[in-house]
Structures are given as C-alpha cells and as structure tokens.
C-alpha cells in the first residue's frame, strides 16, 4: 500500500482499496492512517483533498503535549490514548529517550539488546488487546468509524507503525481481509519509517551501534504482529468477538463500519 505523497505528513495512507475478497475491497477516502500530525500544512492540496473530519490520536499525554496536532480544517480531535496504563512498565523507551539511546550504542544494547526490544514490543501488542486503556482506545475509534454520521477518518500515533497499525489490522480483519492482505499492510511501513529514521540509523551504526537493534526497534516486525492476534486467540478466539466482548463494540456498530468501509459486490 503506497503512502500518499504529502509533504507536510510522514506515512500517510489511505486503507481504500486494499482487497477483502469475493470481488470486495475497501472503499477509498474513509479510513486513513499517517504518523503525527504536528507538521500538517492544512493547505497542503494532497491533504486538503482527502476532507479529513475526524482525527483519532492514539497518542500519550506526553505525546500530545510536546508534538501537538495540527489539525485538518474543519476536523475534530479525539484522544484515544492506547498506552495510558501501560507504557511506564512495558520495557520500551519513551520517544523522548529513543534518540538518546541510539547515540549512544552501550546504553542502546544495555536496555535494548539481547532480544529486550522484540520482547517489549510484544508485550506491548498483547496489551493492546487485553490493557484497559487499549481496550477503551480502540473501542473510541471503531465507535467513530461506525457512527451514522462520520465521514473520512484519520488515526494516527508517533511514527504510524505499531498503535495505528495494530488499529488497521482490526478494521482490515473486521472488514474480512485475509490473513496475508493484513500482515502485507502491516508490514508495508517499514520502508517509510526507515527512511525517517535513516539519518539516526546511520549514525548509530558509524557508532558500532548494531543495526539490527535499531531496526527492531524504529520498524515493525512480523512476529509483533504474531504477538497481538495471539492475544485476540487466547483471550477471545476470534476478532469478531475480541471487538464484541473485548472492546464491547455493539454488533450494530460493526454492521454500520462494514456497510460504509466495504465496496463492490456483496460476499
């Protein structure tokens, strides 16, 4: 999935189009995902064109307050923040450290190394399943999605890699993509994210600093993913009733997001 070439926003993506089977697909416009908006030029032609109504910022407190959104013209913001209860214990880095922990490669491999950083993460997807804060950010967002009234939806995190990609692989599933279509979306960030990050990446390894580890730690693998539906299995057994009896998503609001996201002929 292409990122959209705006200027003014890193990784933003548009979820229309992909396909759902059955000669279905995801209709365009409605559902996009980016990294933060604090840079957003709401003139930009590219972005002033999507009509953004709603953006779903999946963010911390302290996310928010030091790179605060810009918004959309006309468009409401909704804080749904993922991490609220869990991101002091989760063994990851708070976004202010991750440069200082790439500058200096001891410190990275003390705190990171020796699978630390794959192991946190995968905490941290479970608890996107099971957290109570979690729970209640991605219920606020299919909320948005399926209210009678909503129009094109934007969420986004930090980088738009790991909260807002966990976020499209359960409007993909709900909307009944098939398991390679959601790890293939997942997935399709690395290449953005990357090449934000290239300048830190570069200068970590000129450091001695171990590729690899910076790479775990600023891209997404398919093993966190792994981690995040496994949590939907044990727990729920299934991702319609992870957002039924998990996040407590009425059937009819599921209905409403599959009607108004599904395009083409009917399964």
């Known amino acids: 999935m292409p990122a959209i070439p705006a200027a003014s926003v890193a990784n933003l993506r548009d979820l229309g189009g992909l396909p759902l089977g059955a000669g279905r697909s995801v209709r365009p416009g409605l559902v996009l995902r980016s990294a ?159 090449q934000a990050f290239a300048p830190m990446i570069e200068g970590f390894t000129a450091q001695g600093g171990n590729p690899d580890l910076a790479l775990d730690l600023i891209g997404v693998l398919p093993e966190y993913l792994a981690a995040g539906l496994d949590e939907v299995a044990v727990r729920h057994g299934s991702m319609e009733s992870y957002v039924r009896e998990g996040l407590g998503v009425p059937d009819e609001v599921t209905a409403r997001i599959r009607e108004r996201l599904t395009a083409g002929p009917a399964a």
């Open 36 to 194: 933060q908006l604090d840079r957003l030029d709401p003139a930009e032609p590219v972005v002033a064109a999507l009509g953004i109504r709603t953006v779903v910022d999946l963010r911390t407190e302290s996310e928010r307050g030091d790179r605060p959104d810009r918004l959309p013209d006309g468009a409401r913001h909704l804080v749904a923040d993922v991490l609220a209860d869990h991101l002091a214990i989760s063994g990851l880095p708070p976004a202010a450290r991750l440069k200082a922990l790439l500058s200096d490669p001891a410190l990275a491999e003390e705190h990171l190394g020796g699978g630390q950083v794959r192991a946190a993460f995968a905490r941290t997807y479970r608890t996107f399943v099971s957290g109570d804060s979690g729970r209640a950010a991605y219920r606020a967002l299919l909320t948005e999605l399926g209210a009678p009234d909503a129009g094109p939806l934007l969420f986004h995190c930090s980088a738009g890699k790991d909260r807002t990609g966990w976020a499209a692989t359960v409007v993909l599933s709900l909307l009944g993509a098939d398991e390679e279509t959601v790890r293939e979306e997942y997935l399709s960030v690395n290449t953005a994210v990357r």
